[in-house]
């Protein structure tokens, strides 16, 4: 490792957002919003959009705990749970549909967790055909499911096929059992394998894995060997995520101590030992922690200037509104976000009264949509002008001031209004992306609030 990477790691290893929405939720004002207003913003953007739109659903079920997981979730292996919740799912949906004033155009499904394939391929058929009925669904569509491969069978995968699912994404982690001990998630390699091999022979037009780094007990030994093995499979894309450290958020996690984790260095090197793995069998960097092969949707949205970024992470197309069903799940109308009730009764509870079960939510002002933007462009095209729009001129002070010190460490080159991150800025676009965060800024105090951005 180079001495002159390590002042920088030390400097900007500090809790950071990691921008998949602005404002961060831990920002945002639910006093603004309301139900009658959440609906409001729908219509808005449904008309705006042509009546296109993408569906997130939260299916928030486990049998075991993986302990490094930070996704609200309910542990249990008691299937009986399924039916209920697939039912006021659905009727989520109705509450949204009976709002539209036309059938809804679907470009996008996708099935999160949780693990999705806690639900029998009966039940996520049922789930899919409701939500499909009396709806459109785009010529061009990606329905996709994470899956956890100890729990997903053939037959939910060809199901799945049936009602029109074409991606996959597969979570993994790490293949060394100290580490797999650790985060109590013991899977083989061979199983992932038969999952891989099961989705080529449904057709799934895009397999993505999920691999973290910066792991309890990991070394940069492991992260060469889970790579090593995944590349074998040369899946289309691969997520390559930092691990977030936030025990305060996921009791899970004090199954082990900070003691146990890789120092911001250490995980530098996993990285970039991980990137010269991929890159060396043609898997080319996207964003900040996403490769994809040539041939696959993500390098040409990327290439094409149509990368987006939202609750799902990096994605191929700019839809401005995403209705999330299920506990916890986020909606996005581009004008305002909402969330839905974190707790399973409570939602059931809500969603059979026939009310929409929303406890956060934030509609932006002018400058949260502009900000927004900008920070848009940083993540997914490494480079944002600051003109005229940032009329605040305390708040461009801030950020001209922010983004000098970060010039001066060389990781970006500002040009009159015109930002861009050079190659060894991308490694820190959190930091960044965090100059023009005027919520961050004016609330110092992140120590419990976000994971460290190395």
């Not at 939260?58 to 609200?72: R, S």
Request: charged share 20%; proline share 4%.
């Amino acid at each position: 490792m180079s001495n002159s990477i390590l002042p920088l790691l030390k400097k900007y290893d500090v809790p950071t957002p990691r921008y998949t929405s602005y404002p961060t939720v831990p920002y945002w004002d639910f006093s603004t919003i309301n139900e009658a207003s959440w609906k409001q913003a729908v219509l808005e953007t449904f008309a705006e959009e042509g009546g296109e739109l993408c569906v997130y659903v939260h299916l928030p079920f486990c049998e075991n705990l993986c302990t490094f997981c930070a996704c609200t979730k309910r542990i249990t292996v008691n299937h009986s749970v399924e039916d209920p919740y697939i039912a006021a799912v659905l009727k989520e949906w109705q509450i949204y549909r009976s709002l539209l004033p036309a059938a809804p155009i679907i470009k996008e499904i996708h099935l999160g967790g949780g693990t999705p394939t806690f639900f029998s391929p009966e039940n996520l058929v049922q789930l899919i055909n409701g939500i499909t009925k009396d709806a459109v669904v785009n010529a061009d569509h990606e329905f996709s499911v994470e899956v956890h491969p100890n729990y997903t069978t053939e037959e939910h995968l060809k199901k799945l096929a049936e009602v029109g699912f074409n991606r996959i994404s597969l979570g993994v982690q790490d293949f060394d059992p100290i580490v797999q001990f650790a985060i109590n998630r013991v899977q083989s390699f061979e199983r992932t394998k038969e999952v891989v091999d099961w989705a080529r022979k449904y057709n799934y037009n895009s397999i993505n894995i999920d691999l973290i780094y910066g792991l309890p007990h990991q070394t940069v030994q492991s992260v060469q060997f889970s790579v090593e093995k995944i590349t074998s499979l040369m899946p289309d894309r691969i997520a390559f995520y930092s691990y977030a450290h936030v025990p305060w958020k996921s009791k899970g996690q004090r199954r082990y101590t900070e003691a146990d984790l890789p120092a911001a260095g250490q995980k530098w090197e996993m990285y970039n030992t991980g990137k010269e793995l991929l890159e060396a069998v043609g898997f080319i960097s996207i964003g900040m922690d996403h490769f994809a092969l040539k041939d696959d949707k993500l390098f040409t949205a990327a290439a094409s200037g149509q990368l987006h970024r939202n609750f799902m992470g990096y994605t191929t197309t700019k839809s401005k509104l995403i209705i999330g069903l299920g506990v916890s799940s986020i909606s996005d109308s581009w004008t305002a976000f909402a969330q839905n009730e974190k707790e399973v009764e409570a939602y059931e509870e809500k969603i059979n009264k026939g009310i929409l079960p929303l406890v956060n939510g934030h509609l932006l002002n002018e400058e949260d949509l502009v900000i927004r933007k900008k920070i848009l462009e940083l993540m997914c095209e490494s480079k944002t002008s600051l003109h005229k729009e940032l009329a605040n001129a305390d708040f461009k002070l801030h950020v001209f001031s922010a983004l000098n010190a970060l010039e001066a460490d060389g990781l970006v080159k500002i040009t009159g209004d015109d930002i861009q991150v050079t190659p060894k800025g991308n490694s820190f676009i959190r930091n960044i992306s965090a100059a023009l965060d005027i919520k961050l800024w004016k609330n110092e105090s992140t120590a419990k609030t976000f994971s460290k951005a190395i």
